[in-house]
């Protein structure tokens, strides 16, 4: 049986080592006035805006940028845009982490509308994005967020009112995404790490979600396979290992391609209230709460019975995945569960996630973080004391 | 190690018995004039067409039709497009089985030009196709061609100077597929057995194919388990079973976006030649021919030594797959390479697809048919003899 199910577009996907030169290939197609959205310095540092300011003189392809520090808010988006409205861009690129990737994508999206972006936040504004927008190209420099493959843009604003909301429709999937894996290798181990843990989150709660479907969960399976066979060294004594970084850089980008259409659950409901309130990156949220949420959803599952069973036995799948075994054999489902579990428990501690401490979150916080977090395609309803839980484990 | 690949874009799916109605809604997006390209009788014979006019006159869009019998030839495309090139057509609407729906892809993308389609034929014409079009939606009623989630048009022309070609671009993927197996219940099963083996068929070949990558394998993985569990009993007792049919429905669309983005071998090599030279359907040709290739493949594979131990492997695993074994076990290549063969054999009788020779190809047609034919992504290489060989133990 084959459920109902919808699947958008994906990006033309262009994956490889050295495969970020066709760019310029590319560009050719898109007129000539081409706007850079890149992040901070590490793009000068490595000598690759040199290569593209000397390939667009070349190609007498007139060219703007703009850096992004830290994740957009909604007033670094409406100043860009009302800088680059009237340059008749004909592309957008993005170069960078998750944030880059995300503004360039709300900018692309945004140039065409003379309204603030607040409007189309979903749970913000009240209007919705007809989808209308500027050609755009994703390149990420991290295996993380896969926002080169999805139809979000996720913006911030911090602050006791604080939110964290996205930007969606389903035309604001990038046009291209160009997936280098030398563009990765030079990501420290920290952000190596937090990123690591938000690709395998988005492909689980993918996985689990109520929303999956037969395509996404044989995407998630095989992106699921490649990270978790890398995630620990990719951080350590294979950091500059082409293979291994090819490999998390293809579970990103199908974590990006999953989540676009199956959703994610309390993991990232967490990190979209967390994030709103503080100052902390996605991944670290991500990935510290994910064995916690990951623990607590089993138990709730294990208590909903008979309603639980296939949420359960996707875990299971994924436990055995991780031990080595195949797809299809009987399964062990609560043994298998536990070995999810502990695995991602060691991971947190072998990854060296920073708890939401660091960040100057303390217990009295915790209600009102709960109280504006939802749970998104969760695979089991949780009350607001089983989400204290979660939190509370890693403050 | 996840090695460079390229995957391109797939439409916007719609996949569930009882999506047809959701076309409605798509529809109000794209202007009010649209041009739906459908089949024969069964569509007026279902009411399926009535509904739709209805639908059309209430929501007050001005709509053209054109049916389609057979192939499309060139001048049937060229045809079509001269008279409704003037219509100021918003969105072309395919509803049928393979031939209908490339024949819609193939006007959706020559409307905005002022030549003939053979201009841009590969192998047939010498200019590139640039890719512009009018918005396109597929809807297939057979499982079959997986026509409705890839980026060529095929086009025929059958005689002895015939050809079978196709007209590609990246930008001809239909922007929407709406997969919708009630309307394949009514597929007759000589029909539902030629289609089922062409979706095998561009499954196998595109997991086979030295152009494949960790996504379409993923995929087409997913696609050979739902067919090889459905292909027999959809052809009999199941035929009007949702969950067997959207099984096949889900296998066949899956095989377009895998031979879309991996490409195909020896038997749609076949295909092209015998499908430009006689009047035989598309579907047919393929089953006819898929347990022979398979097993000169293998043979040819097993004297490549090293060369041909990925090949092999493939095979294996999918005979693995139909033996109901799981996929990464240590798997007796040579056996399950045999089990694939003879579930193919077994499946051809079963299915009682017609040999060539019931279409009138006879031994001495063999030299032009082998002459003609192309090797494609085939995973070995065959000489003339090897293909020769083929053709003679269908005929």
Known sequence: MVSNFRFASVPNIIFGAGKFSELYDIIANFGKNVLYVIGGSSLNASGKWDEITSEMLRRSINFYSISIAGEPTPSLIDKAVKKF??????????IGGGSVIDAGKAISAMILKSDSIKEYLEGVGDKIHNGEKIPYIAIPTTSGTGSEATKNAVITEVGPEGFKKSLRHDNLVPNYAIVDPKLVVSCPPSITAACGMDAFTQLLEAYVSPHSNPVTDTLAYSGIKHVKENIISVYGHKSSDFNARSAMAYGSLISGIVLANAGLGIVHGLASSIGGLFNIPHGTVCGTLL?????????????????????LMKYAIVGALIAGKGYEVNLDVSYYCSVLVETLEMWT????????GKYGIIPKDIEKIVKKTQLKNNPVNLNPEDIKEIVVNRI
Do not use: F
């Open 85 to 94: 409205r009237q340059k008749n861009l004909g592309l957008i690129i993005g």
């Open 291 to 311: 064995a916690e949420s990951t623990k607590m959803n089993v138990k709730r599952l294990e208590q909903a019975d008979r309603d639980g069973e296939r949420g």
């Open 349 to 356: 501690e072998q990854l060296n996630l920073d708890t939401l």
